[in-house]
């Protein structure tokens, strides 16, 4: 089972920022933060991972809180593109074969 | 750098027919996983293979079947098609196993499986 939480869905206007929540609270101290997203017909596409610090790169910021139970995932100027189902998972990145364990995701729409 | 490669894009089976889908990594990477899409249950991990290695296996009935050749490609294998496995069949590559790195997976475009 997935061990994330995310709303089922939301919207957003173009241009904005769109912050999409992350419940984990049963998190382990050696498991990531993942995010992944997916665009209609397309394989899932990686965006951003972190451990307990703030992580920033060209696609997003990553807001993990100080307990780690919750993380938020910032696209800062939202665009049409950015329509697509967000995936949260928390896995261990060091060690083993574990798998990604995908729960439903977030479908963010990003109205004009 | 080419993507992951997935072959055939899309097919059409009838219940008791077997199909082989066919995947190739970035290249360089030498981990290969599998996953099935489907509306009901999303994404689900098929199994994972390393180095010819089969390293992880989710909870699929032993008609999923996969391998990986010494080139890092990979086919996975669906035997008696049922017509609960159509489903778009994603495969994903990473450097290392997942979970010994930075555990980015690259996924390739799915094959989209329809049974009759």
Request: glycine share 10%.
């Amino acid at each position: 089972d997935a061990k994330t939480t995310q709303p089922t869905s939301m919207d957003c206007a173009e241009g904005r920022a769109a912050n999409l929540p992350c419940n984990h609270s049963t998190i382990s101290g050696n498991e990531y933060v993942y995010w992944y997203r997916q665009i209609h017909s397309q394989g899932p596409q990686y965006i951003i991972h972190g451990l307990k610090n703030n992580e920033t790169n060209e696609m997003a910021s990553l807001i993990i809180t100080e307990d780690r139970k919750s993380s938020t995932l910032i696209l800062p100027h939202a665009t049409l593109r950015d329509t697509a189902v967000y995936y949260c998972i928390v896995r261990v990145a060091h060690g083993g074969s574990e798998k990604l364990v995908f729960g439903k995701g977030t479908k963010l729409t990003v109205n004009p | 750098k080419a993507g992951v490669t997935q072959t055939p894009r899309y097919l059409i089976k009838t219940r008791g027919q077997q199909v082989t889908l066919s995947c190739s990594p970035i290249s360089g990477h030498r981990s290969v996983s599998w996953y099935q899409q489907t509306p009901g249950q999303g994404l689900q991990f098929l199994f994972e293979y390393f180095s010819e290695t089969q390293r992880n296996k989710g909870n699929f009935p032993g008609r999923f079947s996969g391998r990986q050749f010494s080139n890092s490609r990979s086919e996975m294998n669906v035997s008696t098609l049922e017509l609960g496995d159509s489903a778009l069949y994603l495969c994903a590559s990473s450097l290392n196993p997942q979970g010994a790195d930075t555990g980015e997976l690259f996924f390739g475009e799915g094959s989209r499986l329809t049974v009759l």
